[in-house]
């Protein structure tokens, strides 16, 4: 019977987190679950990129989890959600908060967000670390137009189009 299981490469979410959501008890037999049903299970979990389970004798269950990667915070009415190098946003309340990324601001539309990040995701990792902030200054006239704050202190303008190839040279 299992008497233990443990959750590891967790950042976003406590283990504990996954304990409740993966669907092992304690006391169940060791042998009563297939691996790959419960790793199916994790993936369908918004966080989860990839799981992986293993039994440990006598009586333990070894979780390998891989969450998305948060590529930035996008603010919403003062509120922080993570933005996920897939794309996806969710929530930032319970999560356990990074503090080396960008904040997002005026960023409505999902389309919007979608190409940001892919955007960000191209960005080289020097470049990527130094941005501070990205606001969303689009208009009618001009609907790929940011403004970007640098840590280092400088304001940049950019089109979202362009954004990282631009970056580059920064």
């Known amino acids: 019977n299992i008497k233990e299981s443990g959750e590891s490469g967790v950042k976003l979410k406590k283990a504990e987190y996954y304990e409740e959501k993966d669907g092992l008890v304690v006391d169940s037999p060791l042998m009563g679950f297939r691996t790959t049903s419960v790793e199916e299970l994790l993936v369908k979990k ?22 998305w990667k948060t ?4 603010e919403d009415r003062g509120l922080y959600n993570l933005l996920m190098e897939n794309g996806e946003v969710f929530p930032g309340d319970a999560l356990l908060l990074e503090s080396d990324i960008p904040v997002l601001n005026n960023f409505g539309s999902a ?33 790929e137009k940011l403004t970007i704050y640098m840590d280092d202190g400088y304001e940049v303008r950019a089109i979202l189009s362009t954004l990282s190839e631009k970056m580059d040279y920064y």
């Open 46 to 67: 918004e966080l989860v990129q990839k799981a992986s389970i293993s039994r440990k004798w006598p009586n333990k269950v070894k979780i390998e989890i891989v969450e």
């Open 111 to 143: 389309t919007v967000i979608k190409q940001v990040s892919a955007q960000l995701l191209k960005l080289d990792s020097d470049v990527y670390h130094l941005i501070s902030e990205i606001v969303f200054t689009g208009t009618e006239e001009d609907p």
């Open 71 to 74: 590529i930035a915070y996008l």
